[in-house]
């Protein structure tokens, strides 16, 4: 049963910025820390980023500085990933989970065109 749903990505140029959604349910929500990984073609899945439940926020060490923002509104039990001045290395299949992961949904297309 997939209990984390992501959302809000397409196809965009190059520059452009998407902000993709993570949504669940309230009990996960408010206990556990939400991840964000990408799995571009032919790659396997890689970690981006992570927000706990109280807002701290970590970035993986290749993260292009200040183009990524993770948060998250506590009203909507949702967690966001902005990404700016998207690039076509940023095409990806995009993921939200938590950790230890539960089921995988289907993940969110990004495609940038240059």
């Known amino acids: 049963q997939v209990q984390l749903v992501e959302s809000g990505g397409g196809l965009v140029q190059a520059g452009g910025s998407l902000r993709l959604s993570c949504t669940t349910s309230?009990?996960?929500?408010?206990?556990?820390?939400i991840y964000w990984y990408r799995q571009a073609p032919g790659k396997q899945r890689a970690f981006v980023a992570r927000i706990s439940h109280s807002g701290f926020t970590v970035y993986a060490a290749d993260s292009p500085k200040g183009r990524f923002t993770i948060s998250r509104d506590n009203a909507r039990n949702t967690v966001y990933l902005l990404i700016n001045n998207l690039k076509p290395e940023d095409t990806a299949v995009y993921f939200c989970?938590?950790?230890?992961?539960?089921?995988w949904g289907q993940g969110t297309q990004v495609t940038v065109s240059s």
């Open positions: 989970n938590t950790f230890p992961p539960r089921t």
């Open positions: 309230g009990s996960i929500f408010s206990t556990d820390d």
